[in-house]
């Protein structure tokens, strides 16, 4: 099992930052991407941003040039640097991570571990 904490959501100004981070423990070797979905008020889950092990990165064409997701596998922790926020952007974040076999989904709906989530709000 892997266990997956966020922490850094709040409430920015439109035009502001947030840098959310995400630690993860437990059998860790069992995974390999590790990353960001969002859910919004009424809309469906998608994923923001993705990277492996090995620094691949892959993101949202939403947040692409805004958002930038790092990765410290020495401290197992993913992080989520968000610039440029816009009312938009407001919603629950979520870590994620699936088995090492498994690709990085649009939707998450074959994730294996979730973090519960941390809520970012924008204003406008």
């Known amino acids: 099992q892997v266990q997956l904490v966020e922490s850094g959501g709040g409430l920015v100004q439109a035009g502001g930052s947030l840098r959310l981070s995400c630690a993860a423990s437990g059998n860790i070797f069992s995974i390999n991407r590790m990353g960001w979905y969002r859910q919004a008020p009424g809309k469906q889950r998608a994923s923001v941003a993705a990277?492996?092990?090995?620094?691949?990165?892959n993101y949202a064409d939403s947040v692409k040039g805004r958002f930038t997701i790092s990765r410290d596998n020495a401290k197992n922790t993913v992080y989520l640097q968000m610039n440029s926020l816009k009312p938009e952007d407001t919603a629950i974040y979520y870590c994620?991570?699936?088995?090492?076999?498994?690709?990085?989904?649009?939707?998450?709906?074959?994730?294996?571990?979730w973090g519960k989530g941390t809520l970012v709000t924008v204003s406008s």
């Open positions: 990277i492996t092990r090995g620094g691949i990165r």
């Open positions: 994620a991570a699936p088995l090492s076999n498994k690709r990085w989904s649009q939707t998450g709906d074959d994730m294996d571990y």
